[in-house]
């Protein structure tokens, strides 16, 4: 059993950053993917970002490429989001989720294990 806490969300101005981070405890950390995905009111769940096992590989989506960067410190069981440039539409619940495999994925269903997720609002 894997489980995910995320932390750092909050009300931002547009422009402004924000760093979430997910915390992992259960499971080895360092051999699984990590992912964070977004849910906006009355829209599905969206792939933001993943990283592979090792941390030697990263996968974006292209809304936020260029803006947002992935990280993971293996040694601290500890996934992050920075978040730069943010803006309106980058306001929803953040979820980070833990996938049973190395390499990264883009889809929800590829994911077992899911945080509780962290608000993230943009004010413009």
């Known amino acids: 059993q894997v489980q995910l806490v995320e932390s750092g969300g909050g009300l931002v101005q547009a422009g402004g950053s924000l760093r979430l981070s997910c915390a992992a405890s259960?499971?080895?950390?360092?051999?699984?993917?990590m992912g964070w995905f977004r849910q906006a009111p009355g829209k599905g769940r969206e792939f933001v970002a993943a990283i592979r096992a090792s941390g030697g590989s990263t996968n974006y989506a292209d809304s936020v490429k260029g803006r947002f960067t992935i990280s993971r410190d293996n040694a601290k069981n500890t996934v992050y989001l920075q978040m730069n440039s943010l803006k309106a539409e980058d306001t929803a619940v953040y979820y980070c989720?833990?996938?049973?495999?190395?390499?990264?994925?883009?889809?929800?269903?590829?994911?077992?294990?899911w945080g509780q997720g962290t608000q993230v609002t943009v004010s413009s």
């Open positions: 989720a833990a996938r049973l495999r190395a390499v990264v994925a883009v889809t929800p269903q590829a994911y077992a294990y």
């Open positions: 259960g499971r080895t950390f360092s051999s699984y993917a």
